[in-house]
């Protein structure tokens, strides 16, 4: 006994024929371009520090043009906020595979430890990286935290 066929599931015949498009006078509109960000102002990474209390930055130290030649000076600011940045007469430098290194002194005033992850801020325009720990980062948001976990009502 055969099934009954179901019309919709069955081809046509004949191929269906697409129309071509008509000619339009005028192109159509583009839809409105969003407000220009300064894109390169500010590239982020988050990376680990790892056991030799090095942070792997690759991609941002590239977008900043540094090399493992570039002398660098770090200096703590804002609590455990830390400021890399390109210095003629800096002491430290990037390694062959541009993994910045923080002084074990800068790491204990951070108390950072290995395996900590830390959110690297690179500014090409201002030739800097800013490091930023997570319990600052907590610290920095928490009201923005607040703000929009409550549906973004005023308290």
Same mark, same amino acid.
């Given at each position: ?25 005028? %192109?159509?509109? $583009? ?9 390169? @102002?500010? #590239?982020?990474?988050? *990376? /680990? &520090? ?29 609590? %455990?906020?830390? $400021? ?9 430098? @990037?390694? #062959?595979?541009?993994? *910045? /290194? &923080? ?53």
């Amino acid at each position: 006994m055969s099934e009954p066929r179901i019309a919709a599931l069955i081809p046509p015949g004949a191929p269906r024929r697409i129309p071509e498009p008509s000619r339009l006078s005028e %192109p159509l509109p $583009l839809p409105p371009q969003p407000p220009e960000h300064e894109r390169a @102002a500010w #590239r982020y990474s988050i *990376v /680990k &520090l790892d056991a030799s209390g090095r942070l792997a930055s690759r991609a941002l130290l590239e977008a900043l043009g540094w090399s493992a030649e570039t002398p660098l000076t770090h200096a703590l600011r804002l609590g %455990p906020a830390v $400021l890399i940045r390109s210095d003629r007469y800096g002491t430290a430098t @990037a390694d #062959r595979d541009l993994r *910045v /290194k &923080l002084p074990a002194a800068l790491r204990a005033r951070c108390a950072l430890r290995t395996g900590d992850p830390v959110l690297l801020a690179a500014s090409p325009t201002h030739q800097i990286l800013l490091i930023y720990t997570v319990p600052f980062l907590d610290e920095l948001l928490s009201d923005a935290h607040q703000h929009i976990s409550s549906g973004g009502q005023d308290r």
